[in-house]
């Protein structure tokens, strides 16, 4: 059993093979935070962990006992008020004002499995040996207010998921100001934080930092999760690299605001806390009526950064992603935004997706612009229905054509937002989230739908329902376009606004669903300006995303690399686009921009009749060359090994299931002249296995490439007459493909 109580201890301790949570209830009935880390033998009594030292100027709980303060002890669900003067995971004001409750143990269950919750992402099994869960019930006797943590431990995954629900009977309501996900006490700061920052177009940048006291986050105000901070921390021991060392890491299933924060104390525990953003949060309940949070993941690794990446990898490929395409192979795809933006009809079109499915092809996305009278940014966005001066047949007219020249059919759309200049807004200006006593901020001439209202996506569903009941369409592209600036709707009564960002989210996730569940066959990819909208949550119902609108190879190693810390390359999407690149206008070989994005969902951004006949010929070998690999790229181990962020080459690989084929990914940004001799120890290879590498006579075994290294040197002499052929110089790569 993964999940053992040791009730002459009241202590609980879930388990697998790698990792121990252990935590106990404590003499005041509360759960304090005993372990949290590798694997530990089970045994009834894991109280020497409990630490509790005499402080000067404790608040202290009992009568002549200076020991027992909540200011100094690790605990699991913190409150304010009883002694802990750290940030609390739960706020909550009561009618009188006061802020004071304490939640008491009552009764707990284990079970089997894991339950959805209902309305919001979660991770979830289909044999229920994959999972136990544990729900520990506490309560507050005085306003008769329950409080339900939630765990489930993962059998053979180092991960735990955790969540709260809150269920008030009393007379009284009560106002949830702050309603963290999680919270978990670490004994020590000898920790770096990593995080993935960045901004549009330069998403989920690697940044590190060693904690200090106080308090550091990771956050989001925008309504989004954001391309400035993932919703994602990671904490690593100093010497802990790629390969090998102690980590963990924690994630958000959700994708709206929300903080992630590390508070270091005065006496170096660490507690960390993933949730709601409390400041885009308040939330009243009256009698009878709950709240709960959405989920957080935490992964243990003591394979260093790799091992835990690899666990958040196939935890989501199995245990979150959902639907048809999950574990599946993901279609090729070309999408028509870089190659026409808006500036394309029926023909065009048809045209761009002929001499893709020349070259194997199998997707074909229409980008934006299809739609009412959308013919720039500044119109059209809420009509959903075709632009027929553009597509005379309609999307049902169009989607055959492609069908008829043997590619699926995809469309975008943008269903949250609308322009003024639109049919929906002329009939519904009150359904913009907005406060109409000001001017409101727009963003790309647009404005947020108030999705807290249930009419307003009950009416988007219709609109894209009717759209895709009548059309051959077998992926949607649904994109995000800005942050929300002035939330406030006006169907609310003023005790309510403060419920309203979240309730956004829950529109948008309840849209997902009903689309899913009407068109089961859809394959959806998120996009959110690029990856502002980049998180686990949506992995829930969009199995892939567009990692970001920056489509330059080089710019990509970074992005990718960073995104992979958390989310696995089956779920990047990743496309070859023209040159000079439309972002930061890079000439980069075609082998370059394709060996980037093989590493992911694969596609093609440009008009590929515009390419030379040999620029041709190479795509349709790309094309043949993803299609043979693409499980390996997609769904294989996948190993950082030299990072952009620290050199010049980057270095990544993916291992098939059983270790019979491996692809490295070697990039090189700059050409340097007669620099030193260079290597990289692969990982993840069958040290006893003979690996070919690329379908030559070279036969080396695993164990070599791993302690040996593969050999990579090829830098320019200066001296041997070489000149620039395309495939020197700067911004080249090489795949190697080993086969054993
Ligand atoms: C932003 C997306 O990230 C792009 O790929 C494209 O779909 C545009 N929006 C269209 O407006």
Redesign the pocket.
Known sequence: MPIQYHSSTKTFHLYNDSISYIFMILENGTPGQLYYGSRLSDKEDFSELLEMKRRANAPCTYEGNLLFSLEHLKQEYPLYGHGDLRYPACSIQKENGSHIFEFQYVSHSIYKGKNRIKGLPAIWCENSDDMESLEVVLEDQRTDTQLTLYYTICTHLPVIARHALILHNGHSSITLQRMMSCNVDLIDDAWDMIQLSGAWSRERHVSSTPLRPGVQSVYSMRGHSSAQFNPFLALKRKECSETAGECMGFTLLYSGSYLAQVEVDNYHVSRVQLGIHPDCFEWTLQQGESFETPEAVYVYSEHGLNGMSQAFHTLFNHHLVRGTYRLQDRPILI?N??AT?FDFDEEKIVRIAETAAKAGIELFVL???WFGNRND?HRGLGDWYANVSKLPHGIAGLSERIHAIGMKFGL?I?PEMVNMDSDLYRAHPDWVMIDPDYVPCHG?NQYVLDFSRREVVDHIFNMLDHVLDGADVNYI?W?M?RTMSEVYSRSHSSDRQGRVMHEYILGVYDLYERLMQKYPDILFES????GSRFDAGMLYYAPQA?T??NSDAIERLKIQYGTSFVYPPSCMGAHVSAVPNHQVFRNTPLNTRANVAFYGAFGY?LDLSKLSDEEKEEVRQQVAFMKKYRHVFQYGTFYRLSSPFESNETVWMSVSEDRSTAIVGYYRVLNEVNVGYRRVRLAGLDENAVYTINGTDQATDGRELMKAGLVISDYTSGENGETYNGRNGDFISRLYVLES
């Open positions: 999408n935004w870089e933006y980008d934006d612009g940014d975008w943008e790309r592209k994109d376009n996009c959110a300006s690029g567009w970001s609108d951004e």
